[in-house]
């Protein structure tokens, strides 16, 4: 079992940043995959971005490349999402899953249902 727990959300004005961390507990000696999730009201939860267990490799969905980069600290059991020129159409509660690693491959993936553990979420507001 993993342990998730997100941080960072807040309110910012468009063209504005936030980093949100998502610290892990538990099971970290297991090889994760990562990812970050979000949800806006009234929409479906969608992909935002990925990183292999190493954290050699990433993958975005197309609505934040350029903008947002995900990294993580396995020293430090966290994986991070620095934000940038936020625009208010990223506004969403945002969301970190882990997936067990048997491949490297298997950070390469927006499919929610293949991620096992989920973080409570955390909330991002961007103004306009």
């Known amino acids: 079992q993993v342990q998730l727990v997100e941080s960072g959300g807040g309110l910012v004005q468009a063209g504005g940043s936030l980093r949100l961390s998502c610290a892990a507990s538990g099971r970290t000696s297991s090889r994760y995959a990562m990812g970050w999730f979000r949800q806006a009201p009234g929409k479906e939860r969608e992909f935002v971005a990925s990183i292999s267990w190493s954290g050699g490799s990433t993958y975005y969905a197309e609505a934040v490349k350029g903008r947002f980069t995900i990294s993580r600290d396995n020293a430090k059991n966290t994986v991070y999402l620095q934000m940038n020129t936020l625009k208010p159409e990223d506004t969403a509660v945002y969301y970190c899953?882990?997936?067990?690693?048997?491949?490297?491959?298997?950070?390469?993936?927006?499919?929610?249902?293949?991620?096992?553990?989920w973080g409570q979420g955390t909330q991002v507001t961007v103004s306009s």
């Open positions: 899953a882990a997936r067990p690693s048997v491949y490297y491959s298997d950070y390469r993936t927006g499919a929610s249902y293949e991620y096992d553990y």
